[in-house]
T-cell receptor
Framework: GAVVSQHPSWVICKSGTSVKIECRSL??????MFWYRQFPKQSLMLMAT?????????EQGVEKDKFLINHASLTLSTLTVTSAHPEDSSFYIC???????????FGPGTRLTVL | AQSVAQPEDQVNVAEGNPLTVKCTYS??????LFWYVQYPNRGLQFLLK??????LVKGSYGFEAEFNKSQTSFHLKKPSALVSDSALYFC????????????FGAGTRLFVKA
């Protein structure tokens, strides 16, 4: 149980294009999902918290217009990197929790490379 | 403010020997404490957690951790290391009164040598 998937697992795009990353909870309803960014050999940096049906809460320094988050259902959240640039290249990881639970379950991550 | 410190960037241990990965934390209230493991190009896998109760927590793959409130520590341990334990380990803390926001340590890379 508690499986979280991400798609795609890796993506390469040209500078200026937009990329959408999906995060799905496969066997539970995720009332809250989190999006993290991880640079090489560094820890996870929380980008935003999204609750189903409401606007995401972004951490300080994260551009909400650049990193669009949608949590339209209890099993799906999407992160869209708009007008991507090489500095957006990173490993993006989502996690999910269900109401009343205390443990986050993580997706396998998506490696984004912007050329 | 919440914070987590993993003082060692890397831990080296021989297979069969006990291992310890250190973690100290700071929260304003009571902590939820977690250990996660990450293999290359993968997401984080949950190992164990401390919420309340017994200070010694047992988790996946033979790992355990001891919550020490006076030292604000939550060190990860395993009696006998395996080569396959080589990975990146993250300690994480959440304030029980602060919602789900979780702070992660910088990570400790564990190398187990055969």
């Amino acid at each position: 149980g508690a499986v979280v998937s991400q798609h795609p697992s890796w993506v390469i795009c040209k500078s200026g294009t937009s990329v959408k990353i999906e995060c799905r909870s496969l066997d539970f309803q995720a009332t809250t999902m989190f999006w993290y960014r991880q640079f090489p050999k560094q820890s996870l940096m929380l980008m935003a918290t999204s609750n189903e049906g409401s606007k995401a809460t972004y951490e300080q320094g994260v551009e909400k217009d650049k990193f669009l988050i949608n949590h339209a259902s209890l099993t799906l959240s999407t992160l869209t990197v708009t007008s991507a640039h090489p500095e957006d290249s990173s490993f993006y990881i989502c996690s999910a929790v269900t109401s009343g639970a205390d443990t986050q379950y993580f997706g396998p991550g998506t490696r984004l490379t912007v050329l | 403010a919440q914070s987590v410190a993993q003082p060692e960037d890397q831990v080296n241990v021989a297979e069969g020997n006990p291992l310890t990965v250190k973690c100290t934390y700071s929260v304003s209230g009571n902590p939820y404490l977690f250990w996660y493991v990450q293999y290359p190009n993968r997401g984080l896998q949950f190992l164990l957690k401390y919420i309340t109760g017994d200070n010694l927590v047992k988790g996946s793959y033979g790992f355990e951790a001891e919550f020490n409130k006076s030292q604000t520590s939550f060190h990860l341990k395993k009696p006998s290391a395996l080569v396959s334990d080589s990975a990146l380990y993250f300690c994480a803390v959440r304030d029980q009164t602060g919602g789900f926001k979780t702070i992660f340590g910088a990570g400790t890379r564990l190398f187990v040598k055969a």
